[in-house]
């Protein structure tokens, strides 16, 4: 096969489409079946899941097109080759309240992936020809089927601007947006526990309240400015564990935010909080809704002032400035143990663990893949931990002390760049956000190059394939 058909035939697969929409389903009742009764009436998923919707797939007919002209070259049977190292980026992992073996995955460009035999075989639910990206994804607190997904990413192209939202585990999932069309990119989704019907999401332009499962929306807040899309802007939205009424948002162009009635009004609440960067992300702790941690980026780029609040964010008290390489808002992350109020992991570039309220923090013994998006506990065992990073999602069955891989399944990853030297069918590669470059070649299979990064660009000369750029 030569470069140009190999080159030709990855082009044309990239078709956008949304996952399986099968229309506006009737709101869900709050006096559904208990978590248990749910989990007993839950079927067994369709072998390739969902179809995508036709209605929903921009550029169809180009799309035709290029697939016609991909079947005319006879390009052969595909299989494929990996690399199986890692999955690639990852945005988010949320792990079912009713059975902890169901983990659900969303990645940067490779769709939402499910496990119901915790991680031992792995589901895409949504269309594999899709490259939308899912910053989010949320389980019901009570309805373990009722799920929520956000689409977007900063600095990215995005078609379809909302969310998404399934009512049986991610077979279907029906699309949704508010309906003044500002927003280019949706980051947090929270649900109200009492009823499945009611959520707040938090996008690039503000947060939004819908009641009625995304028929309709309002936005309850407001961020300042016309700027572009960026991970520096992007927001995060915690609920207190006890009172849905209550929340917290934070947004480098806002500061930090809270509401005593659902969003009706918001008062600043970070007045007495560093000002040199006011990048934020917060953490509630599930066992002492009191308590509520908040980290926000130093300038430099290599430390991070910690917070905590003692009366469910009204005021906050300076805790330390923590030594942890960061990358600004990109890859911050927070989460606290459900079982100990004083437990906290804390993610950015690199990892730390804090047993004192975030007064200190250590590594781990064995750690995860850098660049931690968002770290999660099991509702059920709160020595389960899991972080979604560049790498994957990687679990701790120690509460943070050590962690290996989870989403071996998971077959895709995030690739940048490649190039192939035709006359010995070796494949230079270089993925993004993960990894250094690869090497392919029959014989060895995948290894780590010794030159080069993420993102990086291969040019094996046609004239001389022994030299590669």
């Not at 049977?77 to 999955?87: C, S, T, V």
């Not at 990206?133 to 929520?148: D, G, I, M």
């Not at 080069?452 to 004239?463: C, K, L, M, R």
Request: hydrophobic share 35%; with cysteine; aromatic share 10%.
């Amino acid at each position: 096969m030569s470069r140009t058909r190999l080159l030709l035939a990855i082009c044309t697969a990239g078709a956008l489409s949304l996952p399986a929409c099968s229309g506006r389903r009737p709101l869900l009742s709050a006096s559904a079946p208990s978590v248990s009764a749910a989990k007993r009436a839950e079927q067994p998923l369709e072998s390739h899941g969902p179809k995508s919707d036709p209605s929903l797939r921009p550029g169809a007919v180009e799309a035709a097109a290029a697939l016609t002209l991909a079947a005319e070259l006879s390009l052969g049977e595909w299989r494929p080759i990996g690399p199986w190292n890692f999955a690639g980026k990852a945005f988010d992992v949320a792990v079912s309240p009713a059975d902890p073996n169901t983990v659900y995955a969303a990645y940067g460009f490779a769709g939402i992936w499910k496990t119901a035999d915790g991680g031992k075989t792995w589901l895409q639910l949504n269309d594999p020809t899709d490259l939308h990206q899912f910053p989010c994804l949320t389980v019901h607190p009570r309805f373990p089927n009722v799920l929520a997904a956000c689409l977007g990413q900063p600095d990215f192209p995005v078609i379809h601007k909302g969310l998404l939202f399934s009512a049986d585990g991610g077979r279907h999932w029906d699309f949704t947006a508010p309906a003044d069309g500002l927003s280019n990119s949706f980051y947090r989704a929270v649900f109200r526990p009492d009823d499945p019907n009611t959520l707040h999401a938090a996008s690039d332009k503000g947060v939004y309240l819908t009641r009625d499962r995304g028929a309709h929306w309002d936005r309850v807040l407001t961020f300042p400015g016309d700027g572009p899309d960026s991970w520096d802007e992007m927001p995060d939205l915690v609920m207190k564990p006890d009172d849905p009424s209550v929340l917290i948002a934070a947004q480098k162009s806002l500061g930090v935010y809270r509401t005593a009635d659902g969003g009706a009004t918001w008062a600043r609440v970070d007045q007495t909080m560093d000002t040199t960067s006011i990048t934020s992300v917060l953490a509630w702790s599930p066992s002492d809704p009191a308590t509520v941690y908040c980290q926000r980026n130093n300038r430099d780029g290599t430390d991070l002032i910690t917070y905590v609040s003692t009366n469910a964010g009204v005021t906050w008290t300076r805790v330390n400035q923590i030594q942890l390489r960061t990358q600004s808002r990109y890859d911050m992350s927070l989460a606290v143990d459900p079982g100990d109020p004083s437990r906290v992991l804390i993610g950015n570039a690199d990892f730390g663990v804090s047993v004192d309220g975030l007064r200190s923090i250590h590594s781990p013994t064995i750690p995860a893949h850098v660049d931690h998006l968002r770290i999660v506990f099991d509702p059920s065992n709160s020595d389960v931990v899991y972080s979604a990073n560049d790498g994957g999602i990687w679990r701790s069955d120690d509460r943070g002390g050590t962690w290996s891989r989870f989403d071996s399944g998971v077959s895709t990853n995030l690739s940048y760049g490649f190039d192939i030297d035709t006359t010995t069918g070796t494949i230079y590669l270089s993925a993004g956000d993960y990894i250094p470059t690869l090497q392919y070649d029959a014989v060895n299979g995948w290894n780590y190059s010794k030159v080069g990064g993420e993102w990086a660009t291969f040019y094996v000369d046609p004239n001389d394939p022994a030299t590669v750029w």
